[in-house]
């Protein structure tokens, strides 16, 4: 089991991101929005096109999404939850 970030940020603003929060996980850039629109999580915020709705999902080896979950802004994902869905698999 192997978890990612994904965000639209840049791979720069990503390295003080990693830094600030001491994460030990690949934070990815979505620069382009690719990641965003494969996902179906875009959406328009504040006159921005193409933001990504906080979501997560879970990704089997043989690249099949294996779980999906959607949260509010304000919200942050219960890593406990996505755990052990990973686990389940």
């Known amino acids: 089991m192997q978890p990612f970030a994904i965000s639209r940020d840049s791979p720069y603003t990503h390295v003080a991101w990693m830094q600030a929060l001491d994460l030990d996980f ?25 933001v990504s709705r906080r979501s997560a999902f879970l990704v089997g080896a043989d690249g099949v999404v294996r779980g999906a979950w959607a949260y509010e802004s304000s919200e942050l994902p219960d890593l406990d939850e996505l755990i052990a869905a990973a686990r389940a698999l």
């Open 26 to 50: 690949p934070l990815l850039s979505d620069w382009n929005a690719e990641a965003t629109h494969g996902f179906g999580v875009a959406f328009e915020h504040n006159g921005m096109r193409d």
